[in-house]
């Protein structure tokens, strides 16, 4: 059986411990909601600082090349081309996830003319489902969304599909999707393979190249650490990249943004799929965020990952047995980084567990969503969060009626 005493020795064994000075986090708080909005690496804050103070107020416009301002989306895109299993090049920091999947699914589609199917399963997360709608019917002349359930996935994957398109990690239950085999059924179909990162990017090791993935999207300020509103990211594999084309053809994708010429012509490379002018506050802190990642490797963080989820799982099961459904998969090779519990009153007991300084969140209408991250999370505090999520079920304290108010963000 776990004892708190077992977690604080893994506590002391731990090879990432240290790297928890590097976060600002409020004492008396246990954060398992970094999936959301990841914590504030001090670096961040400081290089944030350092671009008010110096770069924007008293350089001022220099700074586009002294600072190196312009060059941030590739720099930074690079960064997380590390960590992603990307080859240089192939990963741009750039507007939001949500305009990215935009971009991408339009050249997916144009690069399959004739197929009139974007591909994804009914779990996805709404944005996904939402800008491929959009784009369908902006684009009209037959193409649809089909959205069938995961399991059904690769049974659907056949000559009429242009793209498939999946969150690799799903954001309501946690399941992890085999990227290499569903990639490569997308590849036999001559179907293109889209996947949003959102949840598996900083969370677990990605291989994009060795997957032969086509394309990608992902978060800035979930695992990543990137502030409230930090860019995205998009990958385009580099056999793509000639005939990569956005229908956002704004003047940064172009070859001579400072040419001012009338007429657009693509940049070389990924650095086409830029449409303005990067938002350098908050690329500045998704730059510095990634520091944090100097010598980590994601094999360490996903060791300690799964014996975070696995050891939660343990405490609940047993301390709260039948209280809760596990929605989120058993086995820890088909889960990213979260722990997902079922309950009809998941709403106020999530906010009695704030009101104690455990903060997850809910994903409507009953589910308790639980996410670990391993750079700022002790294994103790795994023990401390349960335990109080015990203590609130056991005295029925989410009861009390203020629990009840819902919040628009949730
Ligand atoms: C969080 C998340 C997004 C967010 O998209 P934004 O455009 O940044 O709001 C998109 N897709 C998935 C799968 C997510 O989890």
Redesign the pocket.
Same mark, same amino acid.
């Given at each position: 059986m776990l004892t708190r005493e077992h977690l604080l020795q893994l506590d002391r064994q731990d090879p990432l411990a240290a790297l928890r000075d590097q976060f600002v986090l409020p004492a008396g708080t246990i954060y398992l909601d970094g999936n959301s909005l990841g914590a504030m690496p001090r670096a961040a804050a400081d290089r944030v600082r350092r671009t008010l103070d110096h770069d924007w107020s008293q350089a001022l416009v220099r700074s586009w090349n002294s600072a190196g301002w312009v060059d941030l989306p590739q720099r930074v895109g690079d960064r997380i081309g590390r960590l992603i299993g990307a080859r240089e090049g192939e990963t741009l920091a750039c507007d =939001?996830? =949500?305009v990215n999947l935009f971009k991408l699914l339009s050249l997916a589609v144009k690069l399959r003319p004739g197929r009139k199917l974007i591909l994804s399963d009914c779990e996805n997360?709404p944005? +996904?489902l939402y800008i491929a709608e959009g784009l369908s019917a902006l684009l009209g002349g037959g193409l649809e969304l089909r959205s069938v359930s995961p399991g059904e996935i690769e049974a659907a994957i056949d000559e009429r599909v242009a793209v498939v398109s999946l =969150?690799h990690v799903n954001?309501r239950n946690g399941a992890l999707y085999d990227m290499a085999a569903i990639t490569q059924r997308a590849h036999n179909a001559g179907a293109l393979m889209l996947w +949003?990162l959102?949840?598996s990017a900083g969370a677990l090791p990605i291989h994009l190249a060795a997957c032969d993935v086509d394309l990608a999207v992902g978060?800035g300020y979930?695992y990543f650490n990137g502030g409230p509103g930090a860019p995205?990211f998009l990958y385009i594999a580099q056999r793509l990249q000639a005939q990569a084309s956005t229908p956002l053809s704004g003047w940064f994708g172009h070859q001579r943004p400072f040419d001012f010429v009338p007429v657009y012509a693509p940049a070389a490379g990924i650095s086409r799929m830029l449409a303005g002018t990067p938002a350098i506050l908050s690329i500045v802190s998704l730059d510095a965020a990634l520091d944090v990642w100097t010598g980590v490797s994601m094999e360490q963080v996903r060791a300690k990952s799964i014996l975070q989820c696995e050891s939660f799982v343990a405490l609940v099961e047993q301390w709260m047995p039948g209280v809760f459904e596990l929605v989120s998969p058993r086995e820890s090779a088909k889960r990213g980084s979260q722990v997902c519990l079922r309950h009809a009153e998941a709403w106020p007991i999530m906010q009695a567990l704030i009101a104690r300084g455990v903060i997850g969140d809910v994903r409507a209408p009953d589910i308790l969503r639980f996410g670990f991250t391993p750079l700022y999370l002790s294994y103790a505090e795994v023990w401390d969060a349960a335990s109080t999520l015990r203590e609130i079920i056991d005295a029925d304290s989410w009861r009390q009626p203020h629990y009840q108010i819902r919040a628009k963000v949730t």
């Amino acid at each position: 059986m776990l004892t708190r005493e077992h977690l604080l020795q893994l506590d002391r064994q731990d090879p990432l411990a240290a790297l928890r000075d590097q976060f600002v986090l409020p004492a008396g708080t246990i954060y398992l909601d970094g999936n959301s909005l990841g914590a504030m690496p001090r670096a961040a804050a400081d290089r944030v600082r350092r671009t008010l103070d110096h770069d924007w107020s008293q350089a001022l416009v220099r700074s586009w090349n002294s600072a190196g301002w312009v060059d941030l989306p590739q720099r930074v895109g690079d960064r997380i081309g590390r960590l992603i299993g990307a080859r240089e090049g192939e990963t741009l920091a750039c507007d =939001s996830t =949500s305009v990215n999947l935009f971009k991408l699914l339009s050249l997916a589609v144009k690069l399959r003319p004739g197929r009139k199917l974007i591909l994804s399963d009914c779990e996805n997360f709404p944005t +996904d489902l939402y800008i491929a709608e959009g784009l369908s019917a902006l684009l009209g002349g037959g193409l649809e969304l089909r959205s069938v359930s995961p399991g059904e996935i690769e049974a659907a994957i056949d000559e009429r599909v242009a793209v498939v398109s999946l =969150s690799h990690v799903n954001y309501r239950n946690g399941a992890l999707y085999d990227m290499a085999a569903i990639t490569q059924r997308a590849h036999n179909a001559g179907a293109l393979m889209l996947w +949003d990162l959102a949840h598996s990017a900083g969370a677990l090791p990605i291989h994009l190249a060795a997957c032969d993935v086509d394309l990608a999207v992902g978060c800035g300020y979930k695992y990543f650490n990137g502030g409230p509103g930090a860019p995205a990211f998009l990958y385009i594999a580099q056999r793509l990249q000639a005939q990569a084309s956005t229908p956002l053809s704004g003047w940064f994708g172009h070859q001579r943004p400072f040419d001012f010429v009338p007429v657009y012509a693509p940049a070389a490379g990924i650095s086409r799929m830029l449409a303005g002018t990067p938002a350098i506050l908050s690329i500045v802190s998704l730059d510095a965020a990634l520091d944090v990642w100097t010598g980590v490797s994601m094999e360490q963080v996903r060791a300690k990952s799964i014996l975070q989820c696995e050891s939660f799982v343990a405490l609940v099961e047993q301390w709260m047995p039948g209280v809760f459904e596990l929605v989120s998969p058993r086995e820890s090779a088909k889960r990213g980084s979260q722990v997902c519990l079922r309950h009809a009153e998941a709403w106020p007991i999530m906010q009695a567990l704030i009101a104690r300084g455990v903060i997850g969140d809910v994903r409507a209408p009953d589910i308790l969503r639980f996410g670990f991250t391993p750079l700022y999370l002790s294994y103790a505090e795994v023990w401390d969060a349960a335990s109080t999520l015990r203590e609130i079920i056991d005295a029925d304290s989410w009861r009390q009626p203020h629990y009840q108010i819902r919040a628009k963000v949730t």
